[in-house]
């Protein structure tokens, strides 16, 4: 699979990207605890008719081999939108993109998408946080802006590698039973083993557990919705964003899949895949 390293010299980031295939342009912006390796089956479907571009989101990416975010880089919404604005023209993406969000991954794409609709061709959110939002209790203690706060919220992200992160895998496999063991694998040395990628975390954390982040979003939301395709295909089985959730998305389209937990991208590919390809027969219907 061709991946490289870019370095957005105007941020001070660096990451890799995975870039197959040729045809329009789909954007895959990917969730936490992971990195652009989320999207590899998915590109694997696509890249026959699309250019499939997957960027470690800032401060994520393999073990080893994951840049260290620069001290000004805060995960704002505004440093997000930098993020992508920097890496389309770095990778001169032209003409309109297809882009999908999962996670995280919809935390950045929708404010982007927002501020250029005019190079959106269609949308596809999947199990994604972007709306006001009770987060889960370890995401508020690793987003904790006190001094002691942020000093166990440390000591925290450290633990879940002891024992060579056997701990995180077993919680994280009971959370997600769908992942194979490959899978649990990857997750395990790519964040629990992964001290870059666990810090960002922490620094993502703190800004996104902030009351008033996610103010704005549902006009974002509004407004790529007016101008644009968009189908969000969600796994129900969520143990962090359950169905409920899918309701507050403003969609053409809504598919529901009854025995997909949170990681849609992995273990639904195939249905992932038919939606964004329909999608482009979408495209000028608004």
């Keep these: 699979m061709n991946e490289y390293i870019i370095h957005l010299d105007e941020l001070g980031v660096s990451t890799r990207v995975i870039d197959e295939g040729k045809g329009p342009a789909v954007l895959l912006l990917h969730g936490n605890p992971d990195n652009a390796d989320e999207w590899k ?20 990416g393999r073990r080893g081999n994951t840049f260290a975010l620069p001290k000004n880089y805060d995960y704002s919404v505004d440093a997000q939108v930098g993020f992508v604005d920097a890496l389309v023209k770095h990778l001169n ?11 995280i991954g919809g935390i950045m794409g929708v404010p982007w998408a927002a501020r250029n609709l005019d190079r959106l061709e269609s949308f596809v959110y999947t199990n994604t946080v972007v709306f006001p939002y009770t987060w889960f209790p370890t995401a508020y203690r690793w987003g904790s802006r006190t001094i002691g706060g942020r000093f166990i919220a440390s000591l925290s992200v450290s633990a879940i590698g002891s024992s060579q992160g056997s701990l ?23 964040f629990a083993l992964n001290s870059t990628a666990k810090q960002t975390t922490l620094r993502e954390f703190r800004m996104l557990t902030r009351d008033d982040f996610f103010d704005g979003y549902d006009e974002m939301r509004r407004k790529i919705f007016d101008a644009v395709p968009t189908v969000a ?13 899918v309701n507050e998305l403003i969609t053409r389209n809504t598919v529901s899949l009854p025995d997909v937990g949170h ?3 992995i ?3 195939d249905v992932l895949s038919q939606h964004i390809r329909s999608l482009q027969g979408d495209v000028g219907k608004g």
């Design 267 to 269: 273990v639904a590919a």
């Design 168 to 190: 995180f895998r077993k919680i994280f496999s009971k959370q997600h039973p769908q992942l194979s063991p490959v899978e649990l694998d990857r997750f395990t040395t790519d």
């Design 41 to 60: 089956t998915l590109i694997n479907i696509l890249k026959t008719d699309f250019r499939c571009i997957a960027p470690d989101l800032p401060g994520y």
């Design 233 to 245: 295909v969600w796994g129900e089985d969520d143990p962090y964003i359950g169905n409920r959730f």
């Design 93 to 103: 993406i032209r003409g309109k993109m297809t882009l999908v969000v999962h996670d």
């Design 263 to 265: 990681w849609v991208p």
